[in-house]
């Protein structure tokens, strides 16, 4: 089936740092493509999405840009802050018994150092 | 105002025991999710309902029963509990059953298993 794989964490970083979470993926298809974010105790949220190749997601600051060529979906942010400290999943969207389920690499958590 | 919702937000109880865990969407969507959550943050999908019918069920042990009585509730029955039932329990919901639709998540159930 498919996969993602996601850079392993925790990753820890100083307010407005550049940050980059890796995530690459494996599909027989063309799925599309999410990040969630999930804050401490809280579920999981839509920070992103892209729906096909070369299409870019972006929100609150953050960017990623659906690349076919190397099956990768990165995500990026300028200048982070501490209220972006977080766990952070790649998703795609996989075929399954006629309908759709999310498959999702295993987190990053992030944190932002004042 | 939530979208989908989810009770109880905690669940403590002891193993043997057979509980129950809500879910609710208020968004108007035709498909509906269970996802289990592991203590290293991994997340599956174990279930999804299209329009009150089973469409995915991912090999989860028939001690977990789902049941969608209408189209805006998913519950989830689990008999018999074992300590490895343990984990936080998302709901979520989606429009489209096989396009690249977003799916949006319950604040989750953290059941524990003494």
């Known amino acids: 089936g498919d996969s993602v794989t996601q850079m392993e964490g925790p990753v820890t970083l100083s307010e407005e740092a550049f940050l980059t979470i890796n995530c690459t993926y494996t599909?027989?298809?063309?799925?599309?493509l999410f990040w969630y974010v999930q804050y401490p105790g809280e579920g999981l949220q839509l920070l992103l999405k892209?729906?096909?190749?070369?299409d870019k997601g972006s929100n609150k600051g953050f960017e990623a840009t659906y690349r076919k060529e190397t099956t990768s979906f990165h995500l990026e942010k300028g200048s982070v802050q501490v209220s972006d400290s977080a766990v952070y999943f790649c998703?795609?969207?996989?075929?399954?018994?006629?309908?759709?389920?999310?498959?999702f690499g295993q987190g990053t958590r992030l944190t932002i150092n004042p | 105002d939530t979208a989908v919702s989810q009770t109880p937000k905690y669940l403590v109880t002891q193993m043997g025991n057979d509980k129950s865990i809500k879910c609710e969407q208020n968004?108007?969507?035709?498909?509906m999710y269970w996802y289990k959550q592991d203590s290293k943050k991994f997340l599956k999908i174990m279930f999804s309902?299209?329009?009150?019918?089973?469409?995915i069920n991912e090999t989860v042990p028939n001690r977990f029963s789902p049941k969608s009585p209408d189209k805006a509730h998913l519950n989830l029955h689990i008999n018999s509990l074992e300590l490895g039932d343990s984990a936080v329990y998302f709901c979520?919901?989606?429009?489209?059953?096989?396009?690249?639709?977003?799916?949006?998540f319950g604040p989750g159930t953290r059941l524990l298993v003494l």
């Open positions: 892209a729906t096909k190749a070369d």
């Open positions: 968004l108007g969507h035709d498909t």
């Open positions: 599909a027989t298809g063309y799925p599309s």
């Open positions: 979520a919901s989606s429009q489209d059953i096989a396009g690249g639709g977003t799916q949006y």
């Open positions: 309902y299209n329009n009150k019918e089973l469409i």
């Open positions: 998703a795609l969207s996989e075929k399954s018994q006629g309908a759709q389920k999310l498959v």
